[in-house]
């Protein structure tokens, strides 16, 4: 615990970078549910010509004054047609969840990158002020073999990692909240 502390003191430079993508990762896994809720109404009002379409129920809220989330809600205006504004949800949906998904990406990669290089250079300058007496027990080939590899892996944890972490993690979350809100008896 103390190592994972120690480790954790290197991202509070990096901390704002962090909290956005942690942001728009649980962005991502709320746009993942909602193309989820788009296919009820893809069944019950586009490919069903005799359905009423002045209201396009997604989800029923068990709490708060507005119980049903409609479609119409959330696609502008102007847009009548039911297959018109369940393409526009699912095509803006999934253009603003690549758009999540590169940026949430692009900076946990950006704080994970940043804080190796801070790890490392830190680590070089204290292998640097060793004595002469700890490099002739430790040969520098096996020094500079372990500091690469074993900054290397927490580079990949911290980026690559993590940035797949929060992605599955919120759309799991957000997926079980829809599961949940759906079909409480059968959750």
């Known amino acids: 615990m103390k190592q994972l502390m120690r480790l954790l003191s290197y991202i509070r430079p990096y901390s704002l970078q962090f909290s956005i993508s942690v942001v728009l990762m649980a962005a991502v896994g709320a746009l993942d549910a909602f193309r989820l809720l788009l296919i009820g109404p893809i069944f019950s009002s586009v490919l069903n010509p005799g359905s009423r379409t002045d209201a396009i129920p997604l989800l029923e809220l068990p709490w708060g004054a507005h119980k049903v989330i409609d479609l119409h809600q959330l696609v502008p205006k102007y847009s009548h047609n039911v297959l018109n504004v369940v393409a526009i949800a699912l095509v803006g949906a999934t253009i603003i969840k690549g758009i999540c998904d590169y940026l949430g990406t692009y900076l946990v990669n950006y704080a994970g990158y940043g804080l190796t290089t801070d790890l490392r250079n830190g680590l070089y300058k204290r292998v640097l002020a060793r004595s002469i007496s700890f490099f002739s027990r430790y ?44 079909g409480r008896k059968m959750a």
Request: aromatic share 14%; no cysteine.
């Open 139 to 182: 040969p520098t080939g096996t020094l500079i073999s372990t500091i690469v590899n074993d900054v290397e892996k927490v580079q990949f944890a911290l980026s690559t990692v993590m940035a797949e972490f929060l992605q599955q993690f919120f759309t799991f979350l957000f997926i079980a909240l829809v599961v949940v809100l759906k």
